[in-house]
């Protein structure tokens, strides 16, 4: 499970994404268009601050197990 300071770091992470989407929208729907999933009815911001959260943790798996 993760400590404390790295749920902390992962949070701030987030909620800068997420500010940083928001203010610039465009980049959000860009970010979310890729693959070929059908797209759901979402924030833009919020999925695209979510899909750049989830990458940092696969990205930190890979660096811990080094597969």
Request: aromatic fraction near 8%; avoid cysteine; charge should be negative.
């Amino acid at each position: 499970n993760p400590k404390e300071e790295e749920k902390k770091v992962l949070e701030e992470y987030y909620t800068d994404a997420l500010d940083n989407f928001l203010n610039n929208k465009e980049n959000a729907e860009k970010l979310i268009a890729q693959g070929e999933y059908k797209r759901l009815d979402t924030d833009p911001a919020k999925t695209a601050a979510l899909m750049l959260t989830a990458q940092v943790i696969y990205n930190l798996d890979e660096t811990i197990t080094k597969e």
